[in-house]
C-alpha cells in the first residue's frame, strides 16, 4: 500500500548543475502535482500534470525549471543551472480525481552549495 | 487565489495539554485538509474537512464552512505532536496553504 513516492530525500547540488527529483504516484492516480517550501513558508503550488500533459505550470517559474509525467515512469521535477535559491524542500502529490483526495510525497529537500 | 490565515503562529505547550489551532479562509472552498509536518519534514495528512467535524484519536477537526473557518483541537499532548500544522484549501486543483502553526510539546 504504497503511498507517494519521492527520491532522492535530500539532494545538494553545486551551483550551475542539474537537479533532477522523481515522484511515483500512489498507484492508480494520474494527477499529480509539485509544491515548494522555501524555508519557514507555507507550500505554493508549482505544477498540476496528468499522464504525458501539462495541464497547468503557472506556479513554475518560467527559467531553469520543467516537469513532466510521461506514459511510463515516475514524474520528474528539472531544474537546471540550480541557483542558491532553489534550495527549499519541493513536495508531490497525486490525487484519483482532479482537486480531490491528495496524499503528499515525504519530499525532496534540495541544498545549492 | 483564496487567501488562508493560521493562528496562533507558534504554541508552546506542556505535555499532557489541551490546544485549539484555527484557520480562516478568505472564501467558499470545496476542499479543507489538514497536515502535520514533524521535525524530519514529512507532510502527514491528518483530515479531510471540508465541513463538519471528525475525530482520529487525540486529535479532532471542526470545519463551518458558513463562516469560513475550521478548528483543530489536540487533546493531551505528547512530544511527538511537536512540528507545524498545516491548513490548506481549495475549490480546483490548487490547494492553497497557510503559513502554518509551529507547536512545541515539551516533556
Known amino acids: 500500500n504504497a503511498g507517494v513516492m519521492q527520491n532522492p530525500r535530500h539532494l545538494v547540488r553545486r551551483r550551475g548543475q542539474e537537479a533532477r527529483l522523481r515522484c511515483s504516484p500512489v498507484?492508480?492516480?494520474?494527477?499529480v502535482y509539485w509544491y515548494r517550501q522555501l524555508p519557514e513558508e507555507g507550500l505554493k503550488f508549482m505544477v498540476y500534470?496528468?499522464?504525458?500533459?501539462?495541464?497547468?505550470e503557472s506556479g513554475m517559474p518560467k527559467e531553469r525549471f520543467s516537469a513532466e509525467f510521461p506514459k511510463e515512469g515516475p514524474s520528474i521535477l528539472r531544474i537546471q543551472q540550480v541557483v542558491r535559491g532553489d534550495s527549499a524542500a519541493y513536495f508531490c502529490?497525486?490525487?484519483?480525481?482532479?482537486?480531490?483526495?491528495?496524499?503528499f510525497g515525504s519530499g525532496t529537500r534540495l541544498t545549492v552549495v | 487565489g483564496i487567501q488562508v490565515e493560521q493562528s496562533p503562529p507558534d504554541l508552546i505547550l506542556q505535555e499532557g495539554a489541551n490546544s485549539t489551532l484555527r484557520c480562516n479562509f478568505s472564501?467558499?472552498?470545496?476542499?479543507l485538509q489538514w497536515f502535520h509536518q514533524n521535525p524530519w519534514g514529512q507532510l502527514i495528512n491528518l483530515f479531510y474537512?471540508?465541513?463538519g467535524t471528525k475525530q482520529n484519536g487525540r486529535l479532532s477537526a471542526t470545519t463551518v464552512a458558513t463562516e469560513r473557518y475550521s478548528l483543530l483541537y489536540i487533546s493531551s499532548s505528547q512530544t511527538t505532536d511537536s512540528g507545524v500544522y498545516f491548513c490548506?484549501?481549495?475549490?480546483?486543483?490548487?490547494?492553497?496553504f497557510g503559513a502554518g502553526t509551529t507547536v512545541t510539546v515539551r516533556a
Open positions: 472564501d467558499s472552498v470545496n476542499n
Open positions: 498507484k492508480g492516480h494520474s494527477h
Open positions: 500534470l496528468q499522464k504525458e500533459n501539462i495541464i497547468d
Open positions: 474537512i471540508p465541513s
Open positions: 502529490a497525486s490525487s484519483p480525481q482532479e482537486g480531490n483526495g491528495y496524499t
Open positions: 490548506a484549501v481549495n475549490n480546483d486543483y490548487k490547494l492553497s
